[in-house]
């Protein structure tokens, strides 16, 4: 049985569309990736499938119930990581635990082995007798993936697990995602970051504008810029020069972020040659070439960055 199956879904907010008929499938086992950037339609995907909002049209099953009709079965199935935490800030970690605990309706002793066993893997033992207020970013995430994991879904939904933590931080979460994946929970996880997505993922869909616009294993995605090369120049740049190396024929893209050019193009005799002249009055202070990355793969699409 699938983990989760999604035909031609669709959300519009007061005649806005900001989940288009999506459709796809999840793999009981898979760690499966929603990479798109801000207001792409990931969160509303989420709330679709986890029963917080009612889809406009279209089909979805979670473990074949529909959300339609069998929230309560699903409910029982899945966890939850939203967003934006949604802990209570005036309770303890502990506190927060319980309270959420209850709601489950799962027996005491239960919730005190779970807490036990979570707050350890999280590295927050220690700290569950402190006030959340008091608590960083990371650990309030990882508290918030101790409640989420609490009453052993088979799913679990993280709507962008690292977003706004440091590298450490990130993998430390990573490598919790990737353990309890291992222990056989099925992961849907939104995000922005492509390393996430490559890192993490079975497979990735990449979502724009409430769009699938591609989806697959991370090689695959990758492999299908076989054709294309990507240039990466560091130079000091300005619109105009940007503009123009858009007019090169060959050039796919191009994009420009920290001191550093991103051309995709199709190879083809003389391309650097025309390029490098377009670039003649620039101080180019090195060119390389780079293997695809996911944010290529986007890039290449849509024409937009990830993150603008
Ligand atoms: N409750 C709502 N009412 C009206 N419009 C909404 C509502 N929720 C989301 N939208 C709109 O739907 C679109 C998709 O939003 P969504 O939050 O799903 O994007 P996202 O991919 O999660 O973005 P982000 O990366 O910023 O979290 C956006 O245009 C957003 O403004
Ligand atoms: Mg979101």
């Known amino acids: 049985m699938k983990a989760i199956s999604v035909s ?7 005649g806005v569309v900001a989940v288009d008929e999506i459709s796809f ?17 990931k969160t509303t995907t989420v709330r679709m499938l986890t029963c917080q909002l009612k889809a406009t ?7 074949g119930y529909d959300i339609n009709k069998d929230c309560n079965g699903i409910r029982r199935l899945i966890g939850i990581l939203p967003q934006e935490a949604s802990l209570n800030e005036l309770l303890t970690a502990e506190q927060n635990i319980l309270f959420y605990g209850i709601l489950y309706d799962l027996p005491k002793k239960v919730i005190k082995r779970r807490s036990e066993e979570l707050l350890s893997v999280m590295g927050l033992e220690h700290r ?27 799913l679990l939904f993280l709507d962008e697990p690292t977003t706004g933590l440091d590298p450490q931080a990130r993998r430390h979460i990573w ?3 990737k353990e309890i994946n291992r222990q056989g929970t099925t992961i849907f996880l939104t995000t922005h970051y492509m390393e996430e997505a490559d890192t993490l993922c079975n ?15 991370p090689a695959e995605l990758k492999s299908k810029m076989e054709k294309e090369k990507i240039l990466e120049v560091e130079v000091d740049c300005d619109e105009n020069t940007i503009n123009a190396l858009k007019r090169v024929s060959g050039v796919k ?11 995709i193009v199709e190879d083809r005799k003389g391309l650097l040659l025309d390029i490098v002249k377009n670039l ?7 060119i390389s070439t780079a293997e695809p990355t996911l944010e290529d793969v986007f890039i290449s699409l849509t024409g937009k960055r990830l993150r603008d």
């Open 280 to 286: 003649s009055d620039k101080n180019i202070k090195s």
């Open 253 to 263: 893209q191009v994009s420009y972020a920290n001191g550093l050019l991103k051309i």
């Open 175 to 177: 490598e919790f995602i």
């Open 8 to 14: 031609k879904l669709k959300k519009t907010f007061n």
């Open 203 to 217: 497979r990735v869909a990449i979502i724009d504008n409430g769009k699938i616009i591609t989806i697959g294993s």
């Open 25 to 41: 499938d999840v793999e009981e086992g898979e760690i499966f990736g929603f990479l798109g950037p801000n207001g792409a339609g």
């Open 128 to 154: 569950k007798n402190d006030l959340v207020k008091n608590f960083s970013g990371g650990m309030k995430q990882r508290l918030s993936l101790v409640l989420a994991m609490l009453h052993e879904p088979k």
């Open 57 to 63: 049209e279209g089909k979805a099953s979670i473990f």
